[in-house]
């Protein structure tokens, strides 16, 4: 469950500080600039290995919080992993989640977890560069990419959240050599293709279903630890 969640937008969205190759960054500073001025997009993530299939359409728009710019994201999910099916969808900093086609459930989420959730690539690139190198130009589909390699640490709540998650990261990214947009980015474990940049079909409509949705009783990522139980009273000593 944790790793739908935070899924490829989780892995993509925090980078940890390191020096980068100064080649490597300067294209990765366009790749940022690039995505920053998207409006919309979809991400669709592939894992071999477990059959998982994600479809992430991601729509920002003006903040509805001042000051804070994932207050204005909404995103919507459709993951497949064998017999289970996941829906989600973000809005209005709301998450509304369904298991198997079950009664849809909710959840407010903290500015942290916003960004964990529907971070993009290049979110946090300005501040925390990954290590970027530049590699050789890979051709897919009869198209000739550009390519960085990026290695970056897993964000922490990933970490505590996904029991054996790697603590590193190295991801083979493709980009477009003339509008610097992320085409695919490749790991040993998952693939995340990106595509319908700008798209006016890109739209996340919340299900009419969804608006009486039952409080979320499960814990999600980048919830803060439950505190501890106060210590039971000691027995009272009998009067004499």
């Known amino acids: 469950m944790a790793a739908v969640l935070t899924g ?3 892995v993509l969205g925090s980078m940890s500080p390191s020096r980068a190759d100064d080649a490597g960054l300067a294209v990765l500073s366009r790749i940022y ?3 920053r001025a998207q409006t919309s997009w979809v991400m669709t993530t592939t894992a071999g290995a477990s059959g998982l299939t994600s479809v992430a359409t991601i729509v920002r728009s003006a903040p509805k919080t001042p000051g804070d710019p994932f207050s204005g994201v909404a995103a919507k999910t459709e993951t497949a992993a064998g017999a289970l ?3 989600t969808y973000i ?13 849809w459930q909710k959840k407010a989420l903290s500015t942290a977890q916003l960004k964990m959730y529907t971070g993009s690539l290049t979110d946090d690139i300005k501040t925390n560069p990954p290590v970027a190198t530049l590699q050789p130009d890979r051709v897919d589909g009869g198209v000739t990419f550009g390519d960085i390699r990026l290695v970056m640490q897993t964000p922490a709540a990933m970490l505590a959240s996904i029991p054996g998650a790697p603590k590193s990261l190295t991801l083979e990214c493709m980009y477009d050599k003339a509008a610097y947009l992320i085409h695919e980015c490749d790991t040993e474990q998952f693939s995340i293709a990106y595509s ?3 798209d006016p079909s890109n739209t996340v409509v919340l299900p009419a279903a969804a608006a009486n949705a039952a409080p979320l009783a499960m814990p999600l990522p980048g919830d803060p630890a439950p505190s501890a139980a106060p210590p039971a009273p000691a027995p009272s000593t009998p009067a004499r």
């Open 8 to 10: 490829g937008a989780a």
């Open 33 to 35: 600039a690039a995505q």
């Open 85 to 87: 099916t996941v829906d």
């Open 91 to 103: 809005v209005d900093s709301t998450l509304y989640l369904s298991l198997n086609g079950s009664p």
């Open 196 to 198: 319908k940049f700008n």
